[in-house]
């Protein structure tokens, strides 16, 4: 049996995966952008060494700091994940917030081998040219992407220039997972995410966050994939000494509400969800079936 437990950042994932793969005879696979890295623990919220000895984890902290990581690799390496826990006889919890990496590993989404193009000019532009560009290239897709995410849009057209229309790509492949898979979000009150998110700012503070950003990008420069993640980038320029430590702070927990928003709206837009509150509801759900 594979479930997904997903919901947005700082609702709780971690602890309840945990619980849940106790009483499931479960492995917990990690499907967070970010916490399939090494060394970088604060800032992701990565589940402490004691909580993985408390059940198997797979895809956690395994990546090389400096390396990159692609949607296409954690594909394959969530299916072998797969693989080996069905191998040993146990069930499969999938616990994180990164929906994309959800879909690509659970759906038939492929990866198509692309001749590469110059982007240069595409780059030059502001935000609104570009989003104009995308939506000149690939209308349909484009407007699933926020006029912003330059990263995203890049990538976009990118495709567009290559031949690959990614909203073609999307209307040839299944809307239905090829596996047997249940899925379940962890449902936060609306007036309550917010001040969650306030909190887990400010424990990520306590914990030392700023000490383990300086002494990684110290060590490796500030160039890793891996410091795209919300809690690195937004010290950068405390650590330059144009901002206050309580600006940069003031950035991270409003990058992380903006994160949340994203969140929210993908789970609801692309997955089948069982909203819950408690691992209860989630193993009445699957009563007759464990």
Request: hydrophobic share 40%.
């Amino acid at each position: 049996m594979i479930i997904v437990l997903t919901g947005v950042t700082g609702s709780g994932k971690s602890e309840l995966a945990i619980r849940l793969a106790k009483k499931l005879n479960a492995g917990i696979v990690n499907a967070d952008a970010f916490q399939v890295y090494e060394e970088l623990n604060i800032a992701t919220a990565k589940p402490s060494v004691e909580m993985m000895m408390e059940a198997p984890h797979f895809l956690f902290d395994f990546i090389p700091l400096p390396s990159s990581y692609s949607v296409a690799e954690y594909q394959a390496d969530l299916r072998s994940a797969i693989v080996t826990l069905e191998k040993l006889g146990r069930n499969v919890v999938i616990a994180g917030g990164t929906g994309l990496y959800i879909r690509a590993g659970l759906y038939d989404y492929r990866f198509p081998s692309l001749r590469k193009v110059d982007l240069s000019a595409y780059e030059k532009l502001d935000d609104e040219k570009l989003f104009a560009a995308a939506l000149s290239l690939d209308e349909a897709e484009a407007k699933t992407i926020h006029p912003h995410n330059r990263v995203r849009l890049l990538r976009l057209i990118a495709m567009a220039l290559a031949g690959e229309k990614k909203s073609e790509i999307k209307q040839s492949q299944s809307h239905q997972p090829i596996y047997d898979v249940r899925f379940y979000g962890l449902e936060v009150d609306r007036e309550d995410i917010y001040p969650r998110v306030e909190q887990r700012v400010e424990r990520m503070f306590e914990m030392g966050l700023v000490d383990e950003d300086r002494r990684l990008v110290e060590k490796y420069g500030r160039d890793c994939q891996a410091f795209k993640a919300i809690g690195v980038k937004e010290l950068f320029p405390y650590f330059d000494g144009k901002i206050s430590l309580e600006e940069a702070k003031a950035d991270i927990k409003k990058n992380t509400r903006h994160y949340v928003k994203r969140q929210e709206t993908f789970f609801r837009h692309q997955f089948p969800i069982n909203w819950i509150k408690t691992e209860e509801d989630i193993l009445n759900d699957l009563s007759g079936l464990v």
